[in-house]
Nanobody, 120 residues
Framework: QVQLVESGGGLVQPGGSLRLSCAAS????????MGWYRQAPGKQRELVAT???????NYADSVKGRFTISRDNGQKTVYLQSNSLKPEDTAVYYC??????????????WGQGTQVTVSS
């Protein structure tokens, strides 16, 4: 069984910052790409940022220069540092990971989501 557990969401004023964390647990061989996605009410889930096992990153245009994705491979954790937050960043944020399990193969796993609300 593999689980991804997010934390760090909450209510923040415009211009503020939050740091989201997502820790992977369970028995698996390796973690490849990890990423953060978000879904606002009435909208489709969209990519925020991804990071490869080697540390290469990719960002949505809407968050470039404000958000930073990073990972700690030893701790099996991915982070999203979100600065200069705007009301339009309000959404449920989900992490995902491409995980290889012996006997199962590679598949994508998702966390349960953490709410981020940017409001004054």
């Amino acid at each position: 069984q593999v689980q991804l557990v997010e934390s760090g969401g909450g209510l923040v004023q415009p211009g503020g910052s939050l740091r989201l964390s997502c820790a992977a647990s369970g028995i698996f061989f390796s973690i490849n790409d990890m990423g953060w996605y978000r879904q606002a009410p009435g909208k489709q889930r969209e990519l925020v940022a991804t990071i490869t096992s080697g540390g290469n990153t990719n960002y949505a245009d809407s968050v470039k220069g404000r958000f930073t994705i990073s990972r700690d491979n030893g701790q099996k954790t991915v982070y999203l540092q979100s600065n200069s937050l705007k009301p339009e960043d309000t959404a449920v944020y989900y992490c995902n990971a491409d995980i290889l399990r012996v006997g199962v193969g590679r598949r994508m796993y998702w966390g349960q989501g953490t709410q981020v609300t940017v409001s004054s």
